[in-house]
């Protein structure tokens, strides 16, 4: 197998790298990344001189720079994504131009390309959001889709076009909706991250509103291999729901960190909500268990041991980032979403 990777330098996109050609020396990897804010080398540097690894600087909206890359690859693997709601909330355009027409662009080479099998990963922002009082209560592959955000509603449309692909033209595709990840290589703008490296150098854990809003987290290795299993067993032109089964509120993920850490509780800090605040995610994997038998074998309890843990060993990767986009006025209130 040969695989074409998107944003392969980013959080999952490496980790899904490094899993692969971990698990499968025989498989080459172009790794088809622009190096954005959040795209980092530095997450693959043990492969960098692997024959079966290269990298290839380019934008997904190029489309020639995409066919040039695609050329001899016979799997796709769409990671790249503009992924930050507050980010959209405050620059929706470029979300739009990468999460829409970025992927119409790799869906319109695949079809040319004849490429055995395109995987689009998306987000379980896209259905919208789910109550509080009602736990029983989470997204499957039959949820009608209600984004809410800028993001949420870019990565529907890219969605939707995948749809549109298998049904007109036939594309070998599967899909999949995933819960918030956490892990190694995360970038300190998302809650987890920023809480461990908030909390390691004594500064205060933003946490918006009153801190109820719940997600379902999911550990980046468990992703990875369900992405595996979908790309080898998955049915073309299946969605697949990918849940971690560990729903957190920013307070609870706030007390966990701050425990694991022996920091104060007053480090807890309590700012302005996000606009159009989403409070609860939840994902039934029911499917992808029952037909691929996957299941999450990371709790939260370990991930988040095994994710300070590579934070506390690796200060060097995340003070570099943190001192180049976070040291400014705006770092409090700007970063603290739990997406």
Known sequence: MKLFITGGAGFIGSNFIL??????PDYEVVNFDKLTYAGNLENLSTVEN????????????????VSNAMEGCDTVVHFAAESHVDRSITGPAVFVQTNVIGTQVLLDLAKEKNIRRFHHVSTDEVFGALPLDKPEIKFDENTPYSPRSPYSASKAGSDHLVRAYIETYGLPATISNCTNNYGPYHFPEKVIPLFITNAMQGLPLPIYGAGKAVRDYLYVTDHCSAIDLI???????ETYCIGGDSEKNGIEVADTILKALD???????FVEDRKGHDMRYAMDHSKITNELGWKPSVNFDQGIKQTIEWFKNNENWWKRIISKEYLDSNRLKANSNPS
Request: one cysteine or more; glycine letters at 8%; aromatic letters at 12%.
């Open 19 to 24: 899993y692969m050609m971990e698990k499968y």
């Open 50 to 65: 692997d024959p079966k690894y290269k990298f290839i600087a380019g934008d997904i909206c190029d489309r020639e720079a």
């Open 263 to 269: 920091k104060p509780d007053t480090l807890k800090t």
């Open 231 to 237: 790309l080898h067993k998955g049915r073309n032109g």
